[in-house]
């Protein structure tokens, strides 16, 4: 149920960038599926050009409306929000995603009962109803880069061992702790969002997450995911090509190594990521000349001349 921020309980933020019918259709969901909760949604439009502020306004005008004229990136345009946020608590929903009955009083009432968390996140799955296992994951590692790096994490995609950062065969079914939930559907109390100084504005997009709940483990919390808590989640809706995500989780993942590694071990990181994408474009020459296909080729072609830009980090 909407709520003025000072009667509100939690304050759902979307930021929204070229995505107007899937904002609309998340914004519909959200209103009639979060269940008994009291909440205010605020959207945050990072400039779109598709629209999608003014639909929004039209079609949802009780929902709070920012159309900036600039896009400020995920981590920006949430910090932005949380700063004049009044609720007890905050919780981060995706533009790409669909909510399902009671997932966001599920999620509040679950993070209440596990303060020891921090950070709480729910269960996602794709429009077909199949999981998406991307609701969480586990913090990179030497090993977990490595199995990327040679293919391993995709040869046993069920395997915890060789599959670790995805938690391998786990169906998202139980409660468990995890090392980052991801920021689709992303709940923590206000105060802890301010304790941590929110998200670090430099992971324009991606990473953002992960680098919160990482600072908030060294404070002691252990984030925490539910299966009772369900949403849709389309994953990257906004980014059309593969090339241009797969370049920003690359530098997303960079800035982690060198923010969250033993800086003795960033070297071995930077080299394993390298490995990682001249494999993966190796693979996609090979497959290309048997397949005829050469679309996948030409996009980790991208990837790997841009090798330079992301290795940096951001």
């Given at each position: 149920m909407l709520a003025p921020p000072q009667s509100a309980e939690v304050t759902i933020i979307i930021v929204s960038w070229n995505t107007r019918e899937l904002t609309l259709k998340a914004i519909e969901t959200l209103l009639e599926n979060a269940g008994d909760v009291q909440m205010h949604v605020v959207v945050w439009d990072n400039a779109s050009a598709d629209g999608s502020a003014e639909a929004i306004a039209e079609k949802f005008p009780q929902v709070e409306l920012i159309a900036h004229d600039e896009n400020l990136g995920f981590a920006e345009a949430n910090n932005r929000v949380a700063a004049k946020a009044k609720t007890d608590w905050l919780l981060l929903l995706n533009p790409d995603t669909e909510t399902h009955?009671?997932?966001v009083v599920n999620l509040l009432n679950f993070g209440k009962e596990n303060p020891q968390a921090g950070i709480v996140g729910g269960r996602?799955?794709?429009?077909?109803?199949?999981?998406?296992?991307?609701?969480c994951w586990k913090k990179s590692s030497p090993w977990s880069l490595f199995c990327s790096a040679f293919g391993l994490s995709r040869a046993f995609p069920n395997s915890r061992f060789f599959n670790p950062e995805a938690i391998g065969g786990w169906k998202r079914d139980s409660v468990r702790e995890v090392d980052i939930v991801v920021g689709c559907f992303f709940l923590l109390k206000r105060s802890l969002w301010n304790e941590l100084g929110g998200f670090d504005s430099k992971y324009f997009m991606y990473g953002e997450e992960a680098d919160m709940c990482l600072r908030a483990a060294r404070l002691g919390y252990s984030p925490m995911i539910t299966p009772d808590a369900q949403i849709m989640h389309l994953v990257g809706a906004s980014t059309t090509l593969r090339?241009?995500?797969?370049?920003?989780?690359?530098?997303?993942?960079?800035?982690?190594?060198?923010?969250?590694?033993?800086?003795?071990?960033?070297?071995?990181?930077?080299?394993?990521?390298?490995?990682w994408i001249a494999n993966r474009r190796l693979g996609s020459i090979v497959q290309s000349r048997l397949s005829g296909n050469s679309e996948t080729a030409t996009e980790w072609a991208k990837i790997w001349d841009a090798r330079k830009e992301w290795l940096k980090g951001y």
């Open positions: 009955p009671d997932a996602t799955v794709y429009p077909d109803g199949s999981l998406n296992p991307a609701s090339s241009q995500k797969q370049i920003k989780l690359m530098r997303a993942k960079v800035s982690l190594i060198d923010d969250h590694w033993p800086s003795a071990l960033a070297p071995i990181g930077r080299m394993l990521m390298w490995f």
